[in-house]
């Protein structure tokens, strides 16, 4: 319920309160629709057969049809709130449909002719007790909506004297009524004024709580984006995106704890980009920028999801392959040398042939990484002597 009233145009809590007062009044009233259709049935139930038996259609009649307006303005107010469009303009016609059921309530004094206050019967004095329940009744019902409870009660009450000042008889006795109930009312509109006062302070705090868990859900929000960012580049090298370092040392001591466990094959290759130096000093470091980029667009490409691929230092990179034999290791790392050799560096001539050296080495179970990666290491420094681009498989 809180979080829809958030959906109001305005973003303050007092710029929603009219709408969220109104909506709430609304709600309320479209609640208390089944004891108006107890009441009027009770009412006239009771009146049936009295004096004023002939007034019993018509008090029917208008009550319902002044429930139907209300229940139609109050409907049309939910719809469009849900709908998340504004409503406010149906304010007037609701603080009349209000009024409007005030008025038709204030007819029950219509059918109790007889003010003798000593002559009265049983049904006179339900009803009086009807009209003073219904009153208090609507203290609450209308507490968010002071200008539609002022609307009901004036209606109510002003109907039910009319007919007891244009009635026969003594003019000081209806006038003695009249005050009476001018008094009674005025009691009721103080009392409602006060109720009304703390449902608009209540219902205020509670918009500003929302305001305030929605301001605090959206600085959590940013937080963990943040905190995602930051571990996003506690983890990888801002320029190619790969794994850093210290992202490969914590994977590896994962997976060296996963096969101390279940064992399986593991191998390594450490790649090195020939004559990067001169990629750089010939065609500038953007473009040297735009192979190391390339370079790790192929591996991931080529290689598997789970192999763990590393920017190692500058223009070397590392990769960890799980559950992978060195002769499948080889195949490997031949098609990441041969894929690399076919790409096309916008930064550099169109003939340019790039060419990656590498070291691949097989991980047995019981030799530590580091010593794995010294002899890719070796490897790759015999790849080099032996003329670069070329893949030459670690001595045990
Ligand atoms: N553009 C660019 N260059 C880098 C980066 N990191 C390191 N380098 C350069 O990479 C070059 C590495 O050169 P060397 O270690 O001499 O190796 P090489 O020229 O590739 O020669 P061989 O490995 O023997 O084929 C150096 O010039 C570094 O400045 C980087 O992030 N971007």
């Known amino acids: 319920m809180a979080n829809d009233l958030g959906r109001q145009p305005d973003g303050s809590a007092e710029a929603r309160l009219p709408a969220t007062l109104l909506l709430r009044?609304?709600?309320?009233?479209?609640?208390?629709a089944t004891s108006t259709l107890l009441g009027v049935a009770l009412v006239a139930y009771a009146h049936w057969g009295g004096p004023g038996q002939a007034f019993v259609p018509w008090f029917v009649l208008v009550?319902?049809?002044?429930?139907?307006?209300?229940h139609a303005i109050t409907r049309r107010i939910q719809q469009l709130h849900a709908g998340g469009e504004p409503f406010m303009h149906l304010e007037w016609q609701f603080i009349l449909a209000m009024g409007a059921g005030g008025a038709a309530w204030g007819l029950i004094g219509w059918m109790v002719p007889d003010l003798n206050l000593a002559?009265?019967?049983?049904?006179?004095l339900f009803s009086a007790i009807i009209m003073v329940f219904i009153s208090c009744m609507v203290l609450i019902t209308l507490s968010h909506h002071g200008r539609a409870l002022l609307a009901y009660m004036c209606a109510q009450?002003?109907?039910?004297?009319l007919y007891m000042v244009l009635a026969p008889g003594p003019l000081a006795k209806a006038l003695l009524i009249f005050v009476g109930i001018a008094g009674l009312v005025a009691v009721l509109l103080l009392y409602g004024r006060l109720l009304q006062r703390q449902t608009r302070?209540?219902?205020?705090a509670e918009l500003r709580n929302d305001d305030l868990t929605a301001r605090l859900q959206q600085a959590n929000r940013q937080l963990e984006q943040a905190l995602e960012q930051a571990v996003?580049?506690?983890?990888?090298?801002p320029l190619t995106g790969l794994l850093n370092r210290r992202a490969l040392a914590t994977q590896v001591d994962y997976l060296a704890a996963a096969r101390r466990r279940h064992g399986g094959a593991c191998s390594v290759l450490l790649l090195d980009i020939d004559h990067f130096k001169r990629i750089n000093d010939s065609h500038g470091h953007a473009a040297g920028d735009e192979v190391l980029r390339a370079l790790a667009a192929t591996l991931a490409c080529t290689?598997?999801?789970?192999d763990?691929?590393?920017?190692?230092?500058?223009?070397e990179f590392l990769v960890v392959m799980p559950d992978c034999d060195i002769a499948t290791a080889l195949v490997r790392a031949e098609d990441v040398r041969a894929g690399v050799a076919r790409l096309k560096v916008a930064a550099l001539p169109a003939d340019y042939r790039l060419g990656v050296s590498i070291g691949a080495a097989d991980w047995p179970l019981d030799a530590g990484f580091d010593a794995v990666v010294s002899r890719a290491d070796t490897a790759l420094y015999s790849a080099k002597e032996a003329g670069r681009n070329r893949v030459e498989q670690a001595r045990p």
């Open 25 to 32: 009044a609304a709600e309320r009233q479209r609640a208390a």
């Open 63 to 70: 009550r319902l049809a002044a429930l139907a307006w209300s």
């Open 119 to 124: 002559d009265w019967a049983a049904r006179d």
């Open 157 to 161: 009450w002003s109907v039910a004297c």
């Open 201 to 204: 302070q209540g219902v205020l």
């Open 232 to 237: 996003a580049a506690a983890n990888h090298d």
């Open 303 to 306: 290689l598997r999801e789970v």
């Open 308 to 315: 763990i691929i590393a920017r190692w230092g500058g223009e």
